[in-house]
């Protein structure tokens, strides 16, 4: 069957992230490597131009990755009930490339996701405790991850403690969420290519360092986007599983 299962999906409440293997088809996230790659001038071997590059990409590839069964799939039982829109793409391209040099990027943090009264780029976005304007965050591994290829990192569990934080700022949300203090143990989304992590919007992550692999590592980091805020004023059993655990927190 597509899709995940029941234990997954109790694995994704607690943990906040859920990884399905080969959520893209191997051969088409190697189809999308090179691609976007070659796009951002960044070549298999060494030398490379700097340690992290950065870029959109668009392709016949990269659509049809995005639209995987499987992974819309997966992103559908997450986000039963709740107003999401599939992705025509898979966003910005993140590409890690060998070296021991800090990139200045490594914080934890949480994504935001709608224009507030301060914002003036994509760097100056708010985040409300109902997660309005996004569902989701996924990590699209488009080439093999292991432990030295600077693994993205999460904190398993943080997405319970993360409502608590927000919920004092209202619906307005706040710029900048204050999260770089919550605890949880330390996860890295290693896999091959083709395996998506599907995670909580509100799940602390953070880039690692150094790159001590000998391939520049490419994954995308695409959220899924909803109509408005997530559905949190709904009856225990029609909430989604994204929405289960910031209910909990909030009557905590």
Request: aromatic share 6%; net charge negative.
């Amino acid at each position: 069957m597509v899709g995940l299962t029941d234990v997954e999906i109790e694995q994704f409440v607690e943990l906040g992230y859920a990884r399905v293997e080969e959520a893209i088809p191997r051969n088409l996230a190697e189809e999308c490597r090179e691609t976007v790659l070659q796009q951002m001038g960044v070549p298999e071997t060494g030398p490379w131009p700097q340690p992290v590059v950065r870029c959109l990409a668009e392709s016949d590839a990269i659509h049809r990755a995005a639209n995987s069964p499987a992974l819309l799939a997966a992103v559908g039982q997450l986000l039963a009930g709740e107003p999401w829109d599939p992705r025509q793409d898979l966003g910005i391209f993140v590409a890690r490339c060998p070296s021991d040099v800090d990139p200045g990027d490594a914080g934890w943090h949480i994504d935001a996701s709608f224009e507030g009264p301060e914002t003036d780029s994509l760097l100056s976005w708010y985040v409300n405790y109902q997660s309005k304007g996004r569902g989701l965050l996924l990590l699209c591994l488009l080439s093999d991850v292991g432990d030295d290829d600077a693994p993205t990192r999460v904190r398993a569990g943080s997405h319970h403690q993360v409502p608590g934080r927000l919920r004092e700022f209202g619906d307005q949300g706040v710029l900048g969420a204050p999260v770089g203090d919550i605890e949880g143990p330390v996860h890295l989304a290693t896999g091959r290519a083709g395996d998506v992590y599907l995670c909580h919007p509100f799940l602390v992550h953070a880039a690692s360092w150094p790159h001590r692999g000998t391939r520049p590592r490419l994954i995308a980091q695409p959220p899924i986007s909803l109509h408005g805020p997530l559905r949190l004023d709904v009856r225990g059993p029609d909430l989604s599983p994204v929405s289960r655990p910031i209910s909990d927190a909030l009557r905590n």
